[in-house]
């Protein structure tokens, strides 16, 4: 399998020195059957007094920066590489009980999904509902997956993304009206609309790969969304577990989705947050640079290991 390379810096100016307050990075890619790393890396300028580590209520890997001293620049830079294996829909094996909808969680299962099929966002006039209940079929059964396919790929085909660099998400609601958002917009969207339905759902942050756009030139398909962080949802099928679905490209399966972290909220999920202490006008803005590009195999993990560099001095290892 080849090797996926993600490279995110993020840069804060000033127009003169000031203070940072502590910082709280979602970086780091969760592991798992589908997604392994082979090395991690995180350089910080200035350097942090302390780096820590922890995992948060969902399991996201959480480094937490302070610091001491004024700057001008506050930089961060994550470099990973990891082995993603691609997930389609024809490898989902769910329960019989729940391949139609409607379907019923078990007893067991309900105490640890309840807050992932409550509502988070206002939908009075339920137009959200409405929507929801389009894809659902008058003439028979409603195949639970066809129906989370056809919710993914209309999102795709009827809404118009735009990139919007401000923090915030738009309500559901607001991104039916506009019809058009970002890929958190139609990220939210979808996670209500299947609530909506009694469907366990998360927010997912993480990358893109985006093959038509690689830099060795490789062909394939593009997708919108790429140069920065992605969201998308997943939902819970019995049977197949958590299903992942990118409406923003009509991505049924984790294909091309480097998975960071999982949230039942986008607020819970940010990337990167954090204080500075100065006057309003210091602020020259932030920049944000994100690549995910391919690269051959190497002959065995161990041996990737071993031949990767080692670090600038002033960088932290990302540890487990």
Known sequence: MPILKVRHVTTYRYR?????GEHRMMLRPR??????????HLDITPAPTTLRWLH????????????????????FESVVRLDHHPLNALDFQIEDYASTYPFSYGMEEIPDLARSIERHYPDPERQVDRWARRFLRRDGPTGTLPLLEAMTHAIRRELTYIPRHERGIQDPVKTLKLGSGTCRDFA?????????????????SGYL??????????????????GNTHAWVRVYLPGAGWVEFDPTNGIVGNRDLIRVAIARDPSQALPLHGTWFGFPADSLGMTVEVSVTCEPAPGSPATASK??????????????
């Open 16 to 20: 003169q020195p000031v203070g940072f």
């Open 31 to 40: 592991e798992g059957h589908d997604q392994r790393l082979f090395e991690a």
């Open 56 to 75: 948060d209520v969902f399991g996201n890997s959480v480094a937490i920066a302070r610091f001491s001293g004024r700057a001008r620049e506050l930089r």
């Open 188 to 204: 939210v969207l979808m996670m209500e609309a299947a609530r909506s339905l009694g469907l366990a759902a998360r927010f997912v």
């Open 209 to 226: 790969y985006s093959p038509g756009h690689d830099s060795e030139g490789r062909a394939g398909p593009g997708h919108v969304g790429g």
């Open 307 to 320: 031949a990767a560099p080692e670090p600038p001095a002033r960088s932290r290892v990302l540890t487990p």
